[in-house]
C-alpha cells in the first residue's frame, strides 16, 4: 500500500495562493513563516514543523483530502520531517568534524610558527654575531693596512735618506 501511496502523493500538489507573512510565538522576532511555506517541499520548513510548527499551507493541503489520504499524507510529512531533521544532524556533524579538523590544523600550524619563529629568533642571533664579528675584522683590517701604509711610507723614506747618503751629491 505504501509503493501505491508514493505514486499518488504528489509533493508538488500545491493550490496557488498569495503569501502571508504570520509570526508564531515560538519563533524569534526575526523570524517569520510564510503561510504558503510547506514541510514537503521545504527542509528548512520541515526543520521547523519538526519543532512543532504547523504551516497553514499544510493544513490546507491536508483539509482537501480524505481521512485516509489525510493520514497517509501526515505519516509522510512526519517521516519527511524526521528525515529533514536527520539529514541536517548528519549535515552538523560533518561540518563539525571539519571544524575540528580544521582547528586541529589551526593548532599543528600554530605550533609551526612557534618553532619558525624560535628558529628565526637563533639565526638572526647568528647573523647579528657573524656581523659584529666581520665589523671588528674589517676594523682590524683597516688598521693593519693603515699600519702598513705607514710603514711602507716610512721605509720609503729611509730608503730615499739611505740614497742620498750613499750617492753623496756633487
Same mark, same amino acid.
Given at each position: 500500500?505504501?509503493?501505491?501511496?508514493?505514486?499518488?502523493?504528489?509533493?508538488?500538489?500545491?493550490?496557488?495562493?498569495?503569501?502571508?507573512?504570520?509570526?508564531?510565538?515560538?519563533?524569534?522576532?526575526?523570524?517569520?513563516?510564510?503561510?504558503?511555506?510547506?514541510?514537503?517541499?521545504?527542509?528548512?520548513?520541515?526543520?521547523?514543523?519538526? !519543532?512543532?510548527?504547523?504551516?497553514? /499551507?499544510?493544513? $490546507?493541503? =491536508?483539509?482537501?483530502?480524505? &481521512?485516509?489520504? @489525510?493520514? *497517509?499524507?501526515?505519516?509522510?510529512?512526519?517521516?519527511?520531517?524526521?528525515?529533514?531533521?536527520?539529514?541536517?544532524?548528519?549535515?552538523?556533524?560533518?561540518?563539525?568534524?571539519?571544524?575540528?579538523?580544521?582547528?586541529?590544523?589551526?593548532?599543528?600550524?600554530?605550533? !609551526?610558527?612557534?618553532?619558525?619563529? /624560535?628558529?628565526? $629568533?637563533? =639565526?638572526?642571533?647568528?647573523? &647579528?654575531?657573524? @656581523?659584529? *664579528?666581520?665589523?671588528?675584522?674589517?676594523?682590524?683590517?683597516?688598521?693593519?693596512?693603515?699600519?702598513?701604509?705607514?710603514?711602507?711610507?716610512?721605509?720609503?723614506?729611509?730608503?730615499?735618506?739611505?740614497?742620498?747618503?750613499?750617492?753623496?751629491?756633487?
Amino acid at each position: 500500500m505504501a509503493s501505491s501511496y508514493q505514486n499518488n502523493f504528489d509533493l508538488n500538489d500545491v493550490p496557488n495562493v498569495q503569501p502571508e507573512i504570520r509570526h508564531s510565538s515560538s519563533l524569534s522576532q526575526k523570524d517569520h513563516l510564510m503561510t504558503n511555506a510547506s514541510v514537503m517541499l521545504d527542509d528548512a520548513v520541515a526543520a521547523s514543523v519538526a !519543532r512543532g510548527i504547523i504551516t497553514p /499551507q499544510d493544513e $490546507k493541503l =491536508l483539509a482537501n483530502r480524505t &481521512d485516509v489520504k @489525510a493520514i *497517509n499524507d501526515s505519516m509522510a510529512l512526519s517521516i519527511q520531517c524526521a528525515s529533514s531533521v536527520s539529514n541536517m544532524a548528519r549535515l552538523l556533524q560533518v561540518r563539525g568534524n571539519e571544524v575540528q579538523e580544521l582547528r586541529t590544523q589551526v593548532l599543528s600550524l600554530q605550533r !609551526r610558527n612557534r618553532g619558525l619563529q /624560535q628558529e628565526n $629568533k637563533e =639565526l638572526k642571533k647568528l647573523i &647579528d654575531s657573524y @656581523a659584529n *664579528n666581520m665589523r671588528k675584522r674589517c676594523s682590524e683590517l683597516e688598521m693593519n693596512t693603515n699600519r702598513l701604509r705607514e710603514q711602507h711610507e716610512s721605509l720609503l723614506l729611509e730608503v730615499q735618506k739611505n740614497l742620498k747618503i750613499s750617492r753623496p751629491e756633487a
